[in-house]
């Protein structure tokens, strides 16, 4: 048989343009720092930020999600919608410097001193107060520049109450990626080396999701395309690509996949050993794409990337 046959007939294929590569901008440093427990990725300072994203454009990714770790942290995260806050100076810093899509990871964990995703009291995080705040954060992070704002703090009600803060802000057209299915996961564990951001105590399990529910995900998903969101996600990917395929029988709402820190982790281990080749990765980007993801959001962005082209 030819082999053109066999490409012919594939059903699914991997575009740099799928691709989205998520970078860790910290205040408080002025060269990159190493994360140990993810080979090949840094934390970078906001001076570099220019540089780097030009780097990144160059490698054929077309978009980033920005992560930032604020000089100071304090008990309301303040430091999240500051309009000199890391993460706006860092989208002004990439905006100028290239045609990235850039998409700002809207979150309190790495900006308040509990290291909780919202307003915390009696040791419990409060809902509807901090929704105030993301919606706050949100315009702040668009006014910087950013083309698509990413909530990943699962508090209940809170696309809608981004979109709500947006569209009076006079920012109707700008789209809601949420992280809508988002589990209480262990593989977050080297993201919170990089971010800083590990509750100082208790878990994130009030908000988060339980890894034995699935048909839970699609609840919430259905909510927040009620609420408007314009992208649904699940996060992890691969040990939820059935709730990515649930997600894509769901809605014709474009589907993202984050996949992890800990995902990134364990391949690039076992890739450092020889134990497993570099297709892996590619095979396990496939994967995450054929249960029914359009959008990847992953560390190896850039190496994949370059090898595409
Ligand atoms: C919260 C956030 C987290 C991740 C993305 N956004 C951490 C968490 O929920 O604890 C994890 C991403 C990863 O592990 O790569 N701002």
Not at 121 to 137: A, P
Not at 150 to 162: E, F, L, T
Request: proline residues 5%; contains cysteine.
């Amino acid at each position: 048989m030819h082999p053109g046959i066999r490409e012919m007939v594939r059903e699914t294929t991997l575009r740099a343009e799928d691709l989205v590569l998520p970078l860790f901008f910290d205040e408080r440093i002025s060269t990159p720092r190493m994360v140990t427990s993810m080979p090949g990725v840094q934390v970078w300072p906001v001076e570099m930020a220019a540089q780097r994203a030009k780097e990144v454009e160059a490698s054929g990714v077309r978009a980033v999600i920005l992560f930032g770790i604020p000089m100071e942290k304090d008990e309301k995260g303040s430091g999240a919608w500051a309009s000199d806050g890391v993460v706006q100076r860092t989208i002004r810093s990439i905006k100028e410097a290239t045609g990235l899509v850039v998409i700002a990871d809207l979150c309190l964990c790495e900006y308040t001193s509990h290291g909780h995703c919202g307003l915390v009291e009696d040791g419990e995080v409060l809902n509807d107060e901090t929704l105030i705040l993301y919606g706050r954060t949100a315009v702040s992070q668009v006014e910087a520049g950013a083309d698509m704002v990413a909530p990943s703090g699962m508090m209940d009600g809170m696309v809608q109450a981004i979109r709500m803060a947006l569209d009076d802000a006079g920012h109707e057209r700008v789209p809601i990626m949420s992280y809508s299915a988002k589990y209480a996961s262990s593989f977050y564990g080297p993201f919170r080396e990089c971010a800083d951001s590990c509750p100082a105590s208790g878990d994130r399990r009030s908000h988060q999701m339980d890894p034995s529910n699935a048909r839970e995900a699609l609840r919430e998903m259905e909510l927040d395309a009620a609420e408007g969101a314009d992208i649904l996600m699940v996060k992890p990917a691969m040990p939820y690509l059935d709730v990515v395929r649930d997600a894509r029988q769901l809605t014709d709402l474009p589907i993202a996949a984050y996949q992890v820190s800990g995902e990134y982790a364990m391949l690039s281990a076992a890739m450092a050993n020889g134990w497993l080749g570099e297709e892996a990765v590619l095979e396990s980007l496939l994967s995450i794409k054929r249960a029914g993801a359009d959008i990847i959001i992953t560390y190896f962005a850039e190496r994949v990337a370059k090898g595409l082209r």
